[in-house]
């Protein structure tokens, strides 16, 4: 039995019935590991030894006969904006390069309770604020279907490392499309729930309105597989839903007759990469054939999207990110690296690698305090981390609060609007995931907007707070993965797992693999 060509539910069947040892299973996916990861680029940290000794563990139980967990045996690796006892957390940032969390974040304390072994601690853009995976402090991740190529990110190790079959399943975490974009530029599914669906005790706080937790799979299937272990309300999350978490595993093989689903125009506008429509309108041919309706429907305000996330999501970030000062946490500057301009006041920061070259004199400095302060965040953050902070910061100063911050507040409502009427109309919104297929390393590197506006199809769902799922829907002549979106209302995960499950039993873009010879 080869453990790397197993879905996630064959893999825990086999373990269960006792057809493979947990052990076995978890020696294949860090074999492959070390095998192809030196090209990749997908894992921050890997414990071999402590998952091994986890899985031993859980075949001497099935042994004896005791009971074990849903997930009992599966490898999962979790992306490093979670927090894990025993791996460092770092966001891929060198403010927290080495930090090691007391606790568990709920999802992973789940999976654990399930008997799911975690492999290591995947790569991702500095603190989730990218869409290439190429912001992290250690190092981009690089596309297994073309390793000149970007992942998409943030969830971009998450996204490859499923691709490349180094773990059956992955979690990702989505604030404007960190695991839909990764995912459908790397031919995997990935599933970002409604928000609250998924306890955040435990995420590293990006924008705390908009993030949430979600699986990255090879299937559907595979993510309903680990939707009803790791979601559920958590009394640690004043955000977390009180919601019955149903089988959605039970669910999946419902007929899609008479699904209606609708196509915005606006989804199909200027920016979109040919290729990428056609195989997003084959996608909608495949659902018709299966008996679902297609339907017209508007989102007036879609156009707003990005000006409104690229104002709210840094807002919060400044906000979240004050704490890494030094002093109450993360990195802090050593003493005499920075240097005092000849007033005896201000200094000119030597920043960390990565943090954009050495800052420049901009004031005085009355407290030795506030110098270190200042010279830990210019050293601990990378460019683009500074960059939203900056914008955050400056969004919610006096005289430009209303202007900006109030006033995207009140876009969002219109955009949530939006939503709720077009599914009186529809059941579920479909398009595309990403305006092209992956992108090269370093070609929006240069460019922000341009980065930006990757995320334009998927950041209205974070926006409106309703979940989202992404799968492969075709390739391009070059090789590269298309990806296909989903969108629903509120709490509506079975149905959105059942569509994407329906698709993929018509079709076999999601079996696909990239050629990586170890």
């Not at 492959?32 to 090209?39: L, M």
């Not at 706080?205 to 272990?229: H, K, V, W, Y």
Request: glycine share 12%.
């Amino acid at each position: 039995m080869q453990p790397l060509a197993l879905s996630a539910v064959d893999l825990v069947a086999a373990v269960q019935q006792g057809e493979l040892s947990a052990v076995a299973c978890a020696e294949a996916f860090f074999d492959r590991i070390a095998a192809v990861d030196g090209r990749i680029n997908a894992f921050l940290a890997v414990n071999r030894e402590a998952a091994v000794a986890q899985a031993a563990a859980i075949d001497a139980r099935r042994k004896a006969g005791k009971p074990l967990g849903p997930l009992a045996g599966l490898p999962v690796a979790v992306k490093d904006a979670l927090c894990t006892a025993d791996l460092p957390t770092t966001c891929a940032s060198k403010m927290l390069e080495g930090f090691r969390p007391p606790y568990d974040a709920d999802v992973v304390a789940r999976l654990r309770r399930a008997d799911a072994v975690i492999v290591g601690k995947t790569n991702m853009d500095e603190f989730a604020m990218g869409g290439s995976n190429e912001n992290s402090a250690f190092g981009a991740v690089h596309n297994p279907w073309d390793l000149t190529r970007a992942p998409g990110g943030s969830s971009g190790g998450s996204a490859a490392c499923v691709a490349a079959d180094m773990a059956p399943v992955a979690i990702g975490s989505d604030t404007g499309g960190s695991i839909r974009q990764p995912a459908g530029l790397c031919g995997i599914t990935g599933f970002k729930p409604t928000y609250g669906r998924i306890s955040r005790r435990g995420l590293v706080a990006f924008a705390s309105s908009l993030d949430q937790i979600g699986p990255m799979a090879r299937s559907a299937a595979d993510c309903a597989l680990l939707m009803e272990t790791i979601a559920g309300h958590d009394p640690g999350d004043a955000t977390s839903l009180a919601e019955p978490v149903p089988t959605y595993t039970s669910l999946l093989n419902e007929p899609l007759q008479g699904l209606r689903i609708g196509r915005v125009a606006e989804h199909f506008g200027a920016g979109l990469d040919p290729e990428v429509a056609a195989g997003v309108e084959a996608a909608f041919e495949t659902l018709k054939a299966a008996g679902a309706t297609i339907h017209d429907v508007e989102l007036p305000h879609a156009k707003y999207g990005i000006p409104t996330y690229y104002l709210i999501a840094p807002c919060e970030a400044s906000s979240n990110l004050a704490r890494y000062d030094g002093a109450h946490y993360g990195h802090r500057a050593e003493p005499g690296k920075g240097h005092r301009a000849e007033t005896g006041k201000g200094y000119r920061a030597e920043t960390g690698r990565g943090g954009g070259g050495a800052g420049e004199y901009v004031g005085g400095f009355d407290s030795p305090l506030v110098e270190m302060y200042c010279r830990s965040r210019a050293e601990g953050f990378g460019p683009e981390v500074k960059r939203r902070v900056m914008l955050g910061t400056y969004a919610l100063s006096a005289g430009y609060y209303d202007a900006f911050y109030a006033k995207a507040l009140r876009v969002r409502r219109l955009i949530q609007r939006d939503y709720l009427e077009a599914f009186t109309k529809v059941d579920l919104i479909a398009g595309p995931v990403s305006p092209t297929p992956a992108f090269k390393l370093g070609e929006k590197t240069g460019d922000p907007l341009a980065m930006y506006l990757v995320d334009m199809y998927t950041v209205g769902t974070n926006l409106a707070g309703i979940g989202g799922i992404s799968f492969p829907c075709g390739f391009t002549a070059g090789g590269l993965p298309i990806g296909f979106q989903l969108q629903g209302p509120a709490l509506a995960e079975s149905l959105l797992l059942r569509a994407a499950h329906g698709y993929q039993q018509l079709t076999d873009w999601h079996t696909r693999r990239p050629a990586l010879p170890a």
